[in-house]
């Protein structure tokens, strides 16, 4: 199922491509051919023109279908994401790959939450579809077997839930800072298809500049 909406996806982004490649072509066969540019001082302003628009398009082309940059808004991610971190997100990571656990993904607000200046979110994939996911005396169990979890805090107490299998085409995501975070404890798993991308890099601050 996830390989089918992958390839779906891909298809989408192909199109897309091609469409913004015939664009840059036309853009580029007009300027090119105008008659107004000079032959001097003026080819030197068309190749810096040129530059910026192919720029401008590639930026354009990559915001629609690679890579989107993310704002951590909250402390529902803490140690792991701080509030301000910027963040890059793979779009095609769920496209060409399958999620996993552990996962940090970026996923676009459930239908069952209400309305909200913040449309996306970004939490940990701690179950994938068909596992059995509970806490029980604070620590997280799948199918029955406890999980490590080192990417928390010692201090950090995880509320215990009983045991809810995840539907197909599922996850189920939780924060890192588990007593400050509204995840799928409160909203259940999310639809694969909900999912933006993958965080693959930290740009700021530069002090923590890398893979979270």
Not at 130 to 158: A, M
Not at 182 to 193: A, H, K, L, M, Y
């Amino acid at each position: 199922m996830v390989r089918r909406r992958g390839l779906l996806r891909l298809h989408r982004v192909s199109c897309a491509l091609a469409d913004w490649r015939s664009v840059i072509d036309v853009s580029l066969k007009k300027i090119l051919s105008a008659d107004s540019w000079g032959k001097t001082i003026w080819g030197s302003v068309r190749e810096w023109v040129l530059v910026v628009v192919v720029a401008l398009l590639a930026a354009l082309v990559l915001r629609a279908t690679l890579i989107q940059t993310y704002y951590i808004p909250s402390t529902s991610m803490t140690p792991t994401l701080e509030v301000g971190d910027r963040l890059m997100v793979y779009k095609l990571a769920f496209s060409i790959g399958d999620v996993e656990k552990g996962d940090l993904v970026v996923f676009s607000r459930p239908s069952r939450l209400p309305d909200s200046p913040i449309n996306d979110f970004v939490k940990r994939v701690v179950a994938l579809e068909g596992e059995k996911v509970g806490v029980t005396d604070g620590d997280l169990y799948i199918d029955g077997s406890r999980v490590d979890e080192p990417y928390l805090e010692s201090s950090t107490v995880t509320n215990d839930f009983e045991e809810v299998e995840v539907p197909d085409g599922h996850v189920f995501v939780m924060g890192d800072n588990r007593q400050n975070s509204r995840d799928s404890r409160d909203f259940g798993p999310i639809q694969e298809e909900l999912l933006v991308g993958e965080v693959f890099l930290r740009i700021w601050p530069f002090n923590n500049f890398g893979r979270p």
